[in-house]
């Protein structure tokens, strides 16, 4: 099979992949592609097969091992990097804690958070900024602080660790999971010290009290995770939606004029520009038959989640951003066992956010060529590094 080579494709493939994706859709649902980042993998387009891949139990998320060889595992084990049983226990774990209840106690909150950040970047005289520093990204990663329990003080810490992480800056990650580790280690220590009404207090306390007590290195693991996965899918949905929405000016006018339609838009946003590309890695811990190719063992796959909300045998006019549709059924936060805890979270920031920056920005408007944006890099995350707004 010819391998794809997405990297020749340039700055056009990460301005917008769909195209690309669309093309080798129609060849297929399974193709061996060289990716931004320089690596290789075997991709899963297709909604049908991208959906079955990720609920495929031969495709695992730990590295299989040959015979004879030592058993690997990772310095840093959480929900993305772990398969039964030890996936089964950590996300038991979580879930315990991480519930429908606690999210949405946090509403007003996130309300709060957000009009602040607007009342900051409205105040700007000149009437412009870049949304994404100013709100897409302080927003979710406040509100991930404020959940996991991170003082006031330590949170510039972890945006800049956040930052770093999805990057994907690879001389940087030995010192900021150097960082990150001593930080977390001293944050959970004082946290079964002094429990406070968070979920890393709640977790500690609750693991302890049923005897199944978190390791250093899965409580690290833990907050990894959530400090990446918790926000950055929300910092996608949040920037994705508005530049779709002020490409759209009836859609946009609809949703100012009936606030009913918000639950709509958000998961229209996520269908149609998925902050996620393909989920975390997976990979065939045997020879695994898609679509009439055979992957062969241990070979990196990627369900590729953002393509199949474009699959016109799933979705009519796919290409047609349009926030009165019946999106149920996108992929955008997984499917199976590894479906993202996050989602309820992320839908409440998105919702809060959308809202309430269309009703205090009026005229608001790109402030830039769409063309001219710089996006994301790489497979994992999509949206622009930068989103320059006037109003």
């Not at 994404?132 to 406040?142: D, G, H, N, R």
């Not at 999971?177 to 946290?191: F, I, P, Q």
């Not at 995770?225 to 996608?236: D, F, I, K, R």
């Not at 996620?276 to 055979?294: L, N, Q």
């Given at each position: 099979?010819?391998?794809?080579?997405?990297?020749?494709?340039?700055?056009?493939?990460?301005?917008?992949?769909?195209?690309?994706?669309?093309?080798?859709?129609?060849?297929?649902?399974?193709?061996?592609?060289?990716?931004?980042?320089?690596?290789?993998?075997?991709?899963?387009?297709?909604?049908?097969?991208?959906?079955?891949?990720?609920?495929?139990?031969?495709?695992?998320?730990?590295?299989?091992?040959?015979?004879?060889?030592?058993?690997?595992?990772?310095?840093?084990?959480?929900?993305?990097?772990?398969?039964?049983?030890?996936?089964?226990?950590?996300?038991?774990?979580?879930?315990?804690?991480?519930?429908?209840?606690?999210?949405?106690?946090?509403?007003?909150?996130?309300?709060?958070?957000?009009?602040?950040?607007?009342?900051?970047?409205?105040?700007?005289?000149?009437?412009?900024?870049?949304?994404?520093?100013?709100?897409?990204?302080?927003?979710?990663?406040?509100?991930?602080?404020?959940?996991?329990?991170?003082?006031?003080?330590?949170?510039?810490?972890?945006?800049?660790?956040?930052?770093?992480?999805?990057?994907?800056?690879?001389?940087?990650?030995?010192?900021?999971?150097?960082?990150?580790?001593?930080?977390?280690?001293?944050?959970?220590?004082?946290?079964?010290?002094?429990?406070?009404?968070?979920?890393?207090?709640?977790?500690?306390?609750?693991?302890?009290?049923?005897?199944?007590?978190?390791?250093?290195?899965?409580?690290?693991?833990?907050?990894?995770?959530?400090?990446?996965?918790?926000?950055?899918?929300?910092?996608?949905?949040?920037?994705?939606?508005?530049?779709?929405?002020?490409?759209?000016?009836?859609?946009?006018?609809?949703?100012?004029?009936?606030?009913?339609?918000?639950?709509?838009?958000?998961?229209?946003?996520?269908?149609?520009?998925?902050?996620?590309?393909?989920?975390?890695?997976?990979?065939?811990?045997?020879?695994?038959?898609?679509?009439?190719?055979?992957?062969?063992?241990?070979?990196?796959?990627?369900?590729?989640?953002?393509?199949?909300?474009?699959?016109?045998?799933?979705?009519?006019?796919?290409?047609?951003?349009?926030?009165?549709?019946?999106?149920?059924?996108?992929?955008?936060?997984?499917?199976?066992?590894?479906?993202?805890?996050?989602?309820?979270?992320?839908?409440?920031?998105?919702?809060?956010?959308?809202r309430a920056l269309l009703e205090r920005a009026p005229g608001?408007?790109?402030?830039?060529?769409?063309?001219?944006?710089?996006?994301?890099?790489?497979?994992?995350?999509?949206?622009?590094?930068?989103?320059?707004?006037?109003?």
């Amino acid at each position: 099979m010819d391998v794809v080579d997405l990297v020749a494709a340039g700055e056009d493939f990460v301005r917008n992949p769909f195209p690309h994706f669309a093309a080798l859709r129609e060849r297929g649902p399974v193709h061996r592609a060289h990716l931004p980042g320089g690596y290789h993998a075997w991709l899963v387009v297709g909604h049908q097969e991208a959906r079955a891949a990720l609920a495929d139990p031969r495709l695992v998320k730990a590295f299989p091992n040959e015979p004879g060889e030592p058993e690997r595992e990772p310095a840093v084990p959480h929900l993305l990097n772990t398969d039964p049983p030890d996936h089964t226990r950590l996300r038991g774990l979580v879930a315990r804690e991480f519930t429908p209840g606690r999210v949405a106690a946090l509403a007003p909150r996130v309300q709060e958070i957000a009009d602040r950040l607007l009342d900051e970047m409205l105040a700007a005289p000149d009437r412009r900024a870049d949304l994404v520093s100013a709100f897409s990204f302080p927003l979710p990663v406040t509100v991930i602080c404020e959940l996991i329990g991170v003082p006031n003080l330590d949170r510039d810490r972890f945006r800049d660790w956040s930052r770093a992480l999805t990057a994907a800056r690879p001389e940087e990650m030995p010192k900021v999971k150097a960082a990150m580790t001593e930080y977390v280690d001293g944050l959970a220590t004082a946290k079964r010290e002094e429990p406070g009404d968070d979920l890393l207090s709640a977790l500690l306390h609750t693991t302890e009290t049923d005897g199944d007590r978190l390791s250093r290195a899965e409580v690290v693991g833990m907050v990894w995770l959530l400090l990446v996965a918790g926000h950055e899918t929300t910092v996608g949905l949040i920037s994705n939606g508005v530049l779709a929405l002020l490409g759209h000016p009836n859609q946009l006018a609809a949703l100012r004029a009936d606030w009913s339609l918000l639950d709509g838009a958000v998961e229209e946003v996520l269908r149609y520009d998925a902050p996620v590309m393909a989920p975390a890695v997976r990979f065939a811990a045997e020879p695994v038959e898609i679509g009439g190719t055979v992957i062969p063992r241990r070979d990196l796959v990627l369900p590729v989640i953002a393509e199949a909300g474009r699959d016109p045998a799933r979705f009519l006019d796919p290409d047609r951003f349009d926030i009165r549709r019946e999106p149920r059924g996108h992929l955008a936060f997984g499917h199976g066992i590894h479906y993202c805890l996050g989602a309820p979270l992320a839908r409440l920031e998105g919702r809060v956010a959308l809202r309430a920056l269309l009703e205090r920005a009026p005229g608001l408007a790109l402030d830039s060529d769409p063309a001219a944006l710089s996006w994301q890099p790489g497979m994992l995350t999509r949206g622009p590094l930068r989103l320059p707004i006037r109003w």
